[in-house]
């Protein structure tokens, strides 16, 4: 146990090293070829071509995993640490814009599907596992959130009453508009397009287009209309 512990703390010494060190090198003094570079050695997996601009934080580089072709740009911060089991997986292509918040907590798994783009400030936050399909499109400022707070209880804080996490799913081809919020144990589907400022709290069948708070399916992507409403604005992809 005691020699489990000495080296998870010489693991921890050398991401703290590598990530001060060479996580602030500009792009123009060959910034991202030493992190793709030298960051493998760190990291769960990191495969070719991965951009990774400067200014990017990494917590618990052991549990990330990073597949090709992947760009990640200035003020994200990605974190594993909390659980042994904590993985966040990103796949082929995937893109994350500037200042976007990615947080496993405990025991959880984040993956984001291949060629998926995540827009500037946008917050995916565990404990509860959360799947994003592939050739996905989350506008900026969209709130992805698998956790709720328990609060039955009028005198003891609700800091204190714990938490239920479900988890969340987004399938693949799904387009959130700008400010979006998804609640816990909600699943998308295919398809599916969920317009700005919508709050999902509840499961939006494949191929729907969802507008409102709460979030309400108003017609198919076929254009059959499934309810009287007027939607709301779309913005775009980033």
Same mark, same amino acid.
């Not at 703290?16 to 997996?45: C, E, H, N, S, W």
């Not at 328990?150 to 204190?160: G, L, Q, R, S, V």
């Given at each position: 146990m005691?020699?489990? $512990? !000495?080296?998870s703390k010489l693991k921890r010494l050398q991401e703290i090293l590598l990530t001060t060190f060479l996580?602030? /090198?500009?792009?123009?003094?060959g910034g991202v070829k030493l992190r793709t570079l030298l960051y493998r050695t760190i990291f769960a997996q990191l495969g070719s071509s991965v951009y /990774?601009?400067?200014? @990017?934080?990494? +917590?618990?580089?052991?549990?990330i995993e990073i597949e090709n072709g992947v760009y990640i740009f $200035?003020? !994200?911060?990605m974190d594993g640490k909390g659980h042994e089991n904590n993985r966040?997986?990103?796949k082929n292509g995937v893109v994350i814009e500037r200042n976007v918040v990615i947080g496993a907590l405990n025991n959880t798994c984040i993956e984001i599907g291949q060629d998926t783009f995540i827009g500037p400030n946008v917050c995916i936050s565990g404990p509860g596992d959360i799947k994003i399909g592939k050739h996905c499109l989350i506008a900026a400022h969209t709130g992805i959130y698998a956790n709720n707070h328990n609060f039955a209880d009028p005198i003891e804080p609700i800091k204190y009453q714990g938490i239920t996490c479900k988890g969340i799913a987004i399938e693949d081809d799904c387009w959130l508009g700008h400010g979006v $919020?998804? +609640?816990d144990g909600v699943t998308i589907g295919r398809g599916s397009v969920i317009g700005?400022?919508? @709050?999902?709290? $509840?499961?939006?069948?494949?191929?729907?287009?969802a507008v409102g708070i709460p979030?309400? !399916?108003i017609k198919s992507r076929d254009g059959k209309e499934l309810a009287k409403s007027t939607e709301l604005p779309m913005s775009s992809s980033n």
């Amino acid at each position: 146990m005691n020699n489990l $512990k !000495v080296f998870s703390k010489l693991k921890r010494l050398q991401e703290i090293l590598l990530t001060t060190f060479l996580g602030d /090198i500009p792009t123009i003094f060959g910034g991202v070829k030493l992190r793709t570079l030298l960051y493998r050695t760190i990291f769960a997996q990191l495969g070719s071509s991965v951009y /990774i601009q400067d200014g @990017v934080e990494f +917590l618990s580089t052991d549990s990330i995993e990073i597949e090709n072709g992947v760009y990640i740009f $200035k003020g !994200v911060r990605m974190d594993g640490k909390g659980h042994e089991n904590n993985r966040i997986h990103l796949k082929n292509g995937v893109v994350i814009e500037r200042n976007v918040v990615i947080g496993a907590l405990n025991n959880t798994c984040i993956e984001i599907g291949q060629d998926t783009f995540i827009g500037p400030n946008v917050c995916i936050s565990g404990p509860g596992d959360i799947k994003i399909g592939k050739h996905c499109l989350i506008a900026a400022h969209t709130g992805i959130y698998a956790n709720n707070h328990n609060f039955a209880d009028p005198i003891e804080p609700i800091k204190y009453q714990g938490i239920t996490c479900k988890g969340i799913a987004i399938e693949d081809d799904c387009w959130l508009g700008h400010g979006v $919020k998804v +609640l816990d144990g909600v699943t998308i589907g295919r398809g599916s397009v969920i317009g700005a400022g919508a @709050v999902v709290t $509840k499961d939006i069948p494949p191929f729907s287009v969802a507008v409102g708070i709460p979030a309400r !399916v108003i017609k198919s992507r076929d254009g059959k209309e499934l309810a009287k409403s007027t939607e709301l604005p779309m913005s775009s992809s980033n």
